[in-house]
């Protein structure tokens, strides 16, 4: 356990995954707003690229970079759920992380412009960054295997494993190639990736606690909602420096505020560490679909930067093009977490039409915009679907969810 008072070497011998009150530290808070500028570049070089009409190119960019940014963060947060010990050694490997995430974040936009330029691809420093994230990570892997015998081996394999991908990452570093080559390097060394954390825990399991877990990924998705709030402002920005205080400025302002606080909302609305705690064989679901999460609303924040390029007539796109770069993530979104609340509480029909109307208002929505309606106007008409779940839920869906968590609690306690 931490010591508020002097920060003294603690065994790492498992956190309690039913202590009371927990809940995310300053130290991890401090890390997330390393994250803070990864999003932000992502984000800012996905709408270039889109704008540039290199969506393709600019969507694998996004990728690449969601990949390293979000895999290191969740392999971050997970061992801190189970081992946080909050003394000088953790912390200083913790700062070891936060310089990798930073220097993974530099590597991004020449990742990008190489991926543009259809060169060899440029990934020393964006590859060295997430190296440097991952050492540190085996280097904490490797004290709990020292001071907690119950899980020596599991934690043994996490290090084990990770060294070994790592191996495959400091060469991809030296490899000098075109884009489709190097995803073909990326692809086995991404899956394996993946795989370690399934492997490793296929018969232990660390000792997580689920409402911290839901802590952290809740505090990740603001971080990565405040990239949305920035494309708004910059949209609006666009309007007014053209066209002062119009009706369209307005209604930028309230589309792209508007639709930042509704994914916020509609987020929120599963309980995820009730269920999360109940469900705990669901962590692998709730874990690895959450990147698709945090990416789509990275991806939306862009798409609301693209928007401001389109308006400022600075984007080589049509309207529906520029449209679309919002409406995708959205629907991409709200699939997305329906899927997480469905493997969490389970789905009825409701769900499944709810997630039908957003997807429909974002076609709708891309549809209008190829028929030569506003963007602004269009940008409304994303907005309204989730608006609509939010009542929906609010009216009727709460208690439907509060008897999926009663039979849940009745299941566990059989």
């Known amino acids: 356990m931490s010591n508020p008072l002097r920060h003294a070497l603690s065994r790492m011998g498992g956190r309690d995954p039913h202590e009371q009150h927990r809940a995310a530290t300053p130290l991890e808070l401090f890390f997330d707003l390393t994250f803070v500028i990864a999003f932000s570049v992502a984000g800012g070089?996905?709408?270039?690229?889109?704008?540039?009409?290199?969506?393709?190119e600019g969507i694998i960019g996004f990728a690449i970079a969601m990949f390293g940014v979000l895999w290191a963060w969740i392999n971050f947060s997970w061992f801190a759920s189970a081992y946080d010990t909050d003394d000088w050694i953790f912390r200083i490997v913790t700062m070891v992380q936060m310089v990798g995430v930073l220097i993974l974040a530099m590597g991004i936009e020449p990742m990008f412009h190489s991926v543009l330029e259809g060169d060899y691809v440029t990934n020393e420093v964006l590859v060295l960054g997430y190296v440097v994230m991952r050492v540190a990570l085996i280097v904490q892997w490797l004290r709990a295997a020292r001071q907690d015998p119950q899980?020596?081996?599991?934690?043994?394999?996490?290090?084990?494993?990770?060294?070994?991908?790592?191996?495959?990452?400091?060469?991809?570093?030296?490899v000098k190639t075109d884009l489709p080559t190097t995803l073909m390097i990326y692809a086995p060394l991404?899956?394996?990736?993946?795989?370690?954390?399934?492997?490793?825990e296929r018969r232990a399991k660390t000792p997580w606690h689920a409402h911290h877990i839901a802590e952290r990924y809740g505090l990740l998705a603001i971080i990565a909602l405040g990239e949305c709030l920035i494309g708004a402002i910059e949209t609006l920005r666009s309007i007014v420096a053209l066209h002062g205080w119009t009706m369209d400025a307005a209604l930028v302002g309230l589309g792209g505020t508007g639709l930042a606080f509704t994914l916020w909302w509609v987020y929120f609305i599963l309980p995820a560490g009730r269920a999360l705690h109940i469900r705990r064989h669901r962590a692998f679901t709730f874990g690895y679909g959450h990147m698709i999460i945090f990416a789509a609303i990275a991806a939306t924040g862009a798409g609301l930067h693209v928007l401001a390029y389109y308006i400022d007539h600075e984007a080589h796109i049509s309207a529906a093009a520029a449209v679309a770069s919002v409406a995708i993530p959205v629907a991409v979104?709200?699939?997305?977490?329906?899927?997480?609340?469905?493997?969490?509480?389970?789905?009825?029909?409701?769900?499944?039409?709810?997630?039908?109307?957003?997807?429909?208002?974002?076609?709708?929505?891309?549809?209008?915009?190829?028929?030569?309606?506003?963007?602004?106007?269009?940008?409304?008409?994303?907005?309204?679907a989730p608006a609509v779940a939010i009542l929906e839920d609010e009216l009727a869906g709460h208690r439907r969810r509060a008897k999926a968590l009663e039979k849940l609690g009745t299941e566990a306690a059989r």
């Open 151 to 174: 899980r020596r081996k599991i934690c043994l394999t996490y290090a084990g494993l990770l060294a070994v991908v790592q191996l495959g990452w400091v060469a991809a570093i030296f």
């Open 333 to 384: 979104f709200k699939v997305t977490l329906t899927w997480i609340y469905g493997s969490l509480l389970g789905l009825n029909r409701t769900n499944l039409l709810l997630m039908a109307l957003v997807v429909v208002a974002a076609a709708g929505a891309v549809a209008l915009a190829a028929a030569g309606v506003p963007v602004t106007f269009c940008l409304l008409v994303i907005l309204l």
């Open 45 to 56: 070089q996905f709408a270039h690229a889109v704008a540039e009409n290199h969506a393709v």
């Open 190 to 200: 991404i899956v394996a990736e993946m795989l370690v954390p399934v492997i490793a």
